[in-house]
């Protein structure tokens, strides 16, 4: 699937604009507290956090807050009009710590070894982002004692299973409904 073509096509973002409603809903903060679910993947100040799919910027505020000026927040999401809503979010709190691209997480772009978190939260089980393509990435981008860190809603769909399956990762905890996951080495 072409994600540089899905990133701007005019369906999509209008399709986005219709779910962004959702999930900036203050009934949706209320049922799922970002921060709360953000401490299940054992987010720390500090690091270097690369979070895929970041949509209207649900989680992103938050963990630019955690991570702390020294920290670093790669927001990633192929829609264009998501990007820009979360870069306007991110301007308007004075954050300097957030990177928000839009890019494809197939293929990111980052260098190896350079993330000590990935955070999948809402984006899998999804159709752009199979995940016999998508771990690897991940895989390639998490330093060696980095942390995948997988939210799943509403349904974990067997992504937990695939996850272990794939060879790529050994599972650490579960916690706040966040499965969190080491790299295995090559």
Not at 95 to 114: F, H, W, Y
Not at 145 to 165: H, K
């Amino acid at each position: 699937m072409n994600t540089e073509k899905l990133g701007k096509s005019r369906i999509m973002n209008l399709l986005a604009k219709f779910g962004g409603a959702t999930m900036e809903s203050r009934m949706r903060h209320w049922l799922q507290n970002p921060t709360k679910i953000l401490m299940g993947s054992d987010i720390r100040a500090g690091q270097t956090v690369l979070e895929v799919g970041c949509g209207t910027g649900f989680f992103t505020l938050p963990a630019a807050r955690i991570l702390g000026e020294n920290g670093h927040l790669v927001a990633m999401d192929p829609l264009s009009d998501f990007i820009d809503r979360v870069k306007k979010k991110v301007r308007d709190a004075g954050l300097k710590n957030v990177e928000v691209i839009r890019q494809d997480a197939l293929n990111t772009g980052l260098e190896p070894a350079s993330v000590d978190l990935v955070l999948l939260f809402g984006v899998v089980p999804f159709p752009t982002l199979p995940l016999n393509q998508l771990l690897p990435e991940m895989h390639r981008v998490l330093k060696p004692n980095g942390t995948l860190a997988v939210w799943l809603f509403p349904t974990t769909a067997g992504v937990p299973t695939s996850i272990r399956r794939s060879g790529l990762f050994t599972e650490l905890a579960r916690k706040n409904g966040v499965f969190t996951y080491r790299p295995v080495a090559e």
